[in-house]
């Protein structure tokens, strides 16, 4: 890219450069039609070679450009690539609510522009980036694009600036993996409904993880047949943290429940992390009936949850998206806040969505939210986004008072029997978990 923004300054050698490309793209041509077997590295090549070009035609038009504009201007275009290469295999078809364009206007921040962007791409037909962007490099190609479409980005608090430098960066390597995780066992047979807790974690985590197996999170079957599987989701340590791999590999084997991506740990991190959790359900656990995301902070009465979902009807079952519905929240604008959105960024309220400590969705919603979640930009709370992603595929959240992801009163946090009668409190120790794990199981309880 840089080596064509030079060139665009020396104007009498444009023509010759715009023609030697013109012979190596004919050239390229005529050899790989020629040499059939290799034609995937030469058509890499062709394309490289044509997005430089569409590169260097965009930079061109963002220096003519005097008033700034709305649309996103991308470095790179993929338009003009597709009618070179032959038809991609169609995958299924995404598509997007109404409800999501009612709700979010079109307005000059950033995130906006990107998602109208992204449905105008989408309405022409264009796919969504997809699995070979490389994640070592995506960086890279978006600055220019950030630089020219965020005018005030210098005045982003550095980890924001890092959020949105990073937000094409999609697919992290899976660094330990739970293949067998979903797999039937032998004497289940089909006829078994799994249910997945799919909890955030971070590496150092180890006493929180093993409380929630002993707890809440403890893999196994309930009498109606329902099967529990759990798996723990986690970033990498950063640069200055000691390394907990070889401990980690050792609960990976030991407990089976762990996995793990190549990126750093953080809370901005963890939209990302909500994104690779769907990428990987979808491959790995395409008929798990019902997802509970949550932290491995909170306190699950797995039993309650079990219960609540025998009571419904099936067709309502199936189609869950349940958990605390914050409904008119809106971004917070103080930028020392952990969840600061800058104006400039994200210009609307949020969409209302269930809170991150713990909600729980239908196995139907896996696929259609994966899709959308590759056309929807990365919103930097992860809750808020998958709110989003909710809303594109038209579905509402639905409130349910047992989920207490703002916790109760203070003097009810240790409280067995205020526990036994609810779904889902935040903030709880280790041991917490483990006195009102065993309190409600006691038979000596009397509420
Ligand atoms: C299905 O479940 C029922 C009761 O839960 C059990 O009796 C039956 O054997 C199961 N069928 C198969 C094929 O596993
Ligand atoms: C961390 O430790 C593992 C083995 O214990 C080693 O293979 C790996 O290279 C180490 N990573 C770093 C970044 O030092
Ligand atoms: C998210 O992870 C990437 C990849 O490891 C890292 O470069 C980036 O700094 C992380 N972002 C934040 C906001 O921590």
């Given at each position: ?67 700034p504009k709305l649309e996103i201007v ?22 997007i609510s109404n409800k999501l364009r009612e709700n979010i206007p079109q307005n000059s921040a950033y995130w906006n522009r990107l998602l109208y962007s992204a449905l105008r791409k989408l309405e022409k ?24 479409n ?193 104006l400039s960024y994200y210009d609307n309220a949020?969409p ?23 056309v929807l930009p990365?919103f ?8 989003m992603?909710?809303q594109a ?55």
């Open positions: 890219m840089a080596r064509f923004a030079h060139l665009a300054r020396m104007r009498p050698i444009k023509s010759f450069i715009a023609m030697v490309l013109l012979i190596s793209i004919f050239l390229i041509f005529v050899y790989s039609t020629l040499h059939l077997e290799s034609t995937y590295g030469h058509r890499a090549e062709f394309q490289t070679a044509y997005q430089s070009l569409a590169t260097y035609k965009s930079e061109e038009r963002i220096v003519k450009t005097p008033t991308t470095t790179t275009s993929t338009s003009a690539i597709t009618t070179t290469t032959p038809p991609q295999p169609q995958g299924p078809q995404v598509s037909g264009g796919n969504p980036p997809g699995r070979n962007s490389d994640w070592s490099r995506c960086r890279e190609t978006s600055q220019e694009s950030i630089q020219t965020v005018h005030d980005i210098a005045s982003y608090p550095m980890l924001f600036r890092d959020f949105v430098e990073g937000m094409v960066c999609r697919f992290p390597p899976l660094l330990i993996n739970q293949r067998d995780k979903c797999k039937t066992d032998e004497q289940g047979g089909t006829n078994q409904t799994l249910f997945l807790f799919a909890i955030k974690s971070a590496p150092g985590n180890f006493q929180r993880r093993q409380a929630v197996r002993e707890t809440w999170g403890r893999e196994g079957t309930y009498e109606n047949g329902l099967r529990v599987r759990t798996v723990f989701l986690l970033g990498s340590a950063g640069q200055d943290d000691p390394n907990l791999s070889a401990l980690l590999s050792f609960e990976a084997r030991h407990h089976e429940d762990i996995l793990q991506w190549d990126f750093h740990e953080s809370f901005l991190n963890l939209t990302l992390k909500m994104s690779t959790l769907l990428e990987w359900t979808v491959k790995h656990c395409p008929h798990v009936s019902y997802v509970f995301s949550g932290d491995d902070d909170v306190f699950v009465n797995t039993p309650a949850l079990v219960g609540y979902l025998q009571s419904l009807e099936p067709s309502k079952a199936s189609e869950l998206y349940v958990g605390h519905v914050i409904k008119t929240a809106r971004p917070l604008r103080d930028p020392k806040s952990k969840y600061y959105i800058p949020y209302a969505y269930a809170g991150g400590g713990g909600f729980l969705f239908s196995g139907v919603w896996l696929q259609p939210l994966h899709l959308v979640s590759q990365f930097p709370i992860d809750d808020v986004y998958i709110g992603c909710f595929i038209g579905v509402s959240a639905e409130l349910h008072p047992g989920f207490q992801t703002f916790d109760v009163k203070e003097q009810d946090r240790d409280n067995v029997c205020v526990h036994k009668g609810l779904i889902l409190t935040h903030q709880r120790t280790p041991q917490q978990l483990k006195r009102l794990w065993n309190g409600i199981h006691s038979p000596f309880l009397t509420c």
